[in-house]
């Protein structure tokens, strides 16, 4: 028994007699002297109580940092505890360590051990470093498809990882179904308490690519709307529903239980600190927002509308404390990129192609004052370079950001890339980089395309290329990841520049077959089973 760890009495005779760790390994929020480690103990993730077939008592986990894969030389070494209370999950803040390095963690419990994680360090203040390669992803619904886009981007190796939202759905099977039907079925009801939370958090951890893609690299995560209920604002549901402040709780608890987020983030009842700020370095500051706890309710009922309330100057998507706090930070940035990761659609997008402006009442168009407050604050400020990256609408975009939309002469002060789901919506469709209707009237809306994917960037002093990577189909556990377009933003120069694109999706490749699918399972996370590998008994912190 480690010291001060302690369980009830009746529960010492239960041992965990198969792998606890089936819902892998995370990284995140790295500071230049470390970073969070996240795992939680599951013997059966889908039980309906959501404790994931654990008995009630405390486990002992222990935990590594290593310089090497093979675990060498071990840097960081301790023991956390995992209880029931907390659906079995551990959160380490590892500190002490060397600003801008590469690093290597596992986990071990009641004689299991996990695959090797591979995480970085933030670089140190006062330093540019020559490059970052970072992925931003959303919107992964378990049954629309298979999530070969969490796989894809592993084997593009970033070194930072934002997930923009919608990590979960909330629904119950045959609630929500893609065109040509789910590949997969959610367990269990409707998300609406804790156990439920839990249960479905569990059932997408539980899946080999989702895991790969923490395993990779640091994350650094916000919440959109289904990880509690569909188009929430602060404490008021989409559809009238009683006990919503108590399944608001229930949310928020189990999101920190299975993201690797510090414990400033902890929540306390219906709130929870999730806007944040981490710098990489004087290369780039990532201001991490929360458009869903603190906004006003949709205008005009939600939905596509032209709408007053829309441009009310009284009314915010991000509340007053956190647009403040996001000026006063372009005020003080030093970085060459401010980079805003965010939920919804921050450029202008009309709809209508006659005089009415008919937007969407749940993106920044429906709080148009909010967007200028903060556009206008960027611009003040005098930030080097804007980019705000967005989740939320199921496809790729590329816009340039304005103070005034409605100019098409109007210079661009900033920019916006937007990442297709992993899977949400199913395969999606293949189009023209410029195909898109709305772009006729929408000019600075530069680029759609509605196949699922990801972005990744290559984020340097000079500039940030953004590579739109996208899947044929989610339907295929073999289905290859392609650039369908890619995107270039010069240093000082806002607005994007189209610097190449695959003109149509190449064709499929043959099926790999049955063995190849478990060889790819097999390799889910940086696990080494080498000769070489340090035992963990031998291992001297």
């Known amino acids: 028994m480690v010291a001060g760890l302690t369980a009830p009495a009746t529960a010492a005779a239960t041992p965990v007699r198969q792998d606890p760790f089936t819902l892998g390994i995370a990284s995140g929020d790295p500071w230049p002297d470390g970073f969070v480690l996240w795992t939680r103990l599951a013997v059966d993730p889908t039980a309906p109580d959501g404790h994931g077939g654990m008995p009630n008592r405390a486990y002992a986990v222990q935990w590594q940092v290593a310089t090497d894969r093979r675990f060498h030389h071990v840097v960081r070494a301790g023991v956390a505890v995992a209880r029931p209370e907390h659906a079995h999950s551990v959160h380490v803040t590892v500190q002490g360590l060397h600003a801008g390095r590469e690093y290597y963690y596992r986990f071990r419990s009641e004689g299991y051990v996990t695959a090797v994680g591979r995480t970085l360090t933030a670089p140190a203040r006062g330093t540019t470093p020559r490059e970052l390669s970072m992925s931003f992803v959303s919107c992964s619904q378990f049954e629309h498809g298979y999530f070969t886009a969490y796989r894809r981007l592993a084997e593009d190796r970033p070194d930072l990882v934002l997930h923009l939202g919608d990590y979960q759905y909330e629904y119950t099977k045959n609630t929500y179904v893609a065109p040509g039907g789910n590949v997969r079925d959610h367990d269990g009801p409707e998300t609406t308490d804790l156990a439920s939370y839990r249960q ?24 959109d709307d289904h990880e509690l209920d569909n188009n929430w604002a602060d ?15 229930a949310a928020f608890q189990a999101y920190y239980e299975n993201m690797p987020l510090r414990a400033s983030s902890k929540p306390r009842g219906i709130d929870m600190q999730l806007f944040r700020r981490v710098k990489w370095g004087e290369l780039a500051t990532f201001h991490m927002l929360d458009t869903r706890q603190y906004r006003d ?8 509308k032209d709408c007053p309330a829309a441009v009310d100057p009284k009314r915010s998507i991000t509340g ?34 006659g005089p009415l402006k008919v937007t969407s009442m749940d993106s920044w168009d429906g709080y148009v004052a909010s967007r200028d407050r903060i556009t206008r604050g960027w ?37 916006e890339l937007v990442c297709s789901s992993i899977s949400t919506g199913g395969d999606g ?31 340097t002093r000079e500039s940030m290329v953004a590579d739109f990577r996208t899947l044929r189909t989610v339907r295929d556990h073999e289905a290859q990841a392609f650039t369908r377009a890619q995107f270039t933003i010069e240093d000082r120069k806002p607005g994007l520049h189209l610097t190449g694109e695959t003109p149509q999706a190449p064709a499929p490749l043959a099926a790999a077959g049955s063995d190849a699918v478990r060889s790819r399972a097999a390799t889910a996370a940086t696990a080494s089973s080498s000769d070489d590998t340090v035992a963990w008994e031998t291992v001297r912190p």
């Not at 309710?297 to 596509?304: E, L, M, P, T």
């Open 235 to 249: 404490e008021i549901p989409e559809k009238p529903e009683d006990g919503f402040l108590d399944r608001r709780a």
């Open 379 to 415: 611009v003040d400020a005098r930030v080097r370079n804007a980019v705000v990256l967005t989740g939320d609408v199921h496809a790729h975009w590329a816009s340039d950001l304005k103070l005034n939309y409605d100019d098409p002469a109007a210079p661009a002060v900033g920019s």
């Open 297 to 304: 309710d949709q205008g005009c009922g939600d939905g596509y």
């Open 429 to 459: 469709a293949d189009s023209g980089t410029t195909a898109h209707p709305w772009l006729t009237w929408n000019p600075h809306l530069r680029f759609q395309n509605n196949l699922r994917g990801y972005v990744n960037t290559t984020i």
């Open 200 to 223: 479905r958090h569990a059932q997408y951890k539980s899946d080999p690519d989702l895991q790969a893609a923490h395993a990779v690299a640091p994350w650094l995560v916000v919440w």
């Open 320 to 353: 007053e404390r956190q647009e403040k706090w996001l000026i006063d930070g372009f005020r003080r940035s030093e970085a060459r990129w401010d980079i805003l990761g965010q939920q919804v659609f921050f450029a202008q997008r009309d709809n209508n192609q």
